[in-house]
T-cell receptor, first 116, second 113 residues
């Protein structure tokens, strides 16, 4: 199993450009998440999904959109990139057990995005 | 709303010395608690988790953590650190039945010879 993979690993954008980050997991997990990590701020949840075709806003959703058309993929889009979106982006997934317990989240290796 | 505080931004420890990283949480009921480790340039890896039962939990790489309800704490410990333990450590909390975790701001661990 590859676990959680993210594409691309690095990207440099100019202000106003758009891009899509791809997250894929091969563990058949129901839940998927997008975080951003900034120095001194830990991980902040951008958007998440509790299943195919569903998405929900997290703590810092502004400027981002997401889609979960297939269970194994979760896409994060930036329609018009801004320098404030320079960050490291992590995708994660987790499994919902039959008892309703949310297990730990499994993380991808991250995408380092710079917006000039 | 739940919250997590990691009061130590940066800790330096000598190789072979013991380690304790602090984590305090705020939540009304019994939370689900996690410790993750992030090596430079890498994603987060789960060290250990607490859901219920024995309040002392063992994790990977020789780490353990103790849940203390009275102190709202979930501190991470290791008896003897190795140079490879140098990384950033994150504590996270999530309530039962909620799919979202709240992460602390992290503690960066430096190991000196």
């Amino acid at each position: 199993n590859a676990g959680v993979t993210q594409t691309p690993k690095f990207r440099v954008l100019k202000t106003g450009q758009s891009m899509t980050l791809l997250c894929a997991q091969d563990m058949n997990h129901e839940y998927m998440y997008w975080y951003r990590q900034d120095p001194g701020m830990g991980l902040r949840l951008i958007h998440y999904s509790v299943g195919e075709g569903t998405t929900a806003k997290g703590e810092v959703p502004d400027g981002y959109n997401v889609s979960r058309l297939k269970k194994q993929n979760f896409l994060l889009g930036l329609e018009s990139a801004a320098p404030s979106q320079t960050s490291v982006y992590f995708c994660a997934s987790s499994l919902l057990t039959r008892a309703g317990v949310i297990n730990e989240q499994f993380f991808g290796p991250g995408t380092r995005l710079t917006v000039l | 709303a739940q919250s997590v505080t990691q009061p130590d931004i940066h800790i330096t420890v000598s190789e072979g010395a013991s380690l304790e990283l602090r984590c305090n949480y705020s939540y009304g009921a019994t939370p689900y608690l996690f410790w993750y480790v992030q090596s430079p340039g890498q994603g987060l890896q789960l060290l250990l988790k607490y859901f219920s039962g024995d309040t002392l939990v063992q994790g990977i790489k020789g780490f353990e953590a103790e849940f203390k309800r009275s102190q709202s704490s979930f501190n991470l410990r290791k008896p003897s650190v190795h140079w490879s333990d140098a990384a950033e450590y994150f504590c996270a909390v999530g309530p039962f039945g909620n799919e979202k975790l709240t992460f602390g701001t992290g503690t960066r661990l430096t190991i000196i010879p």
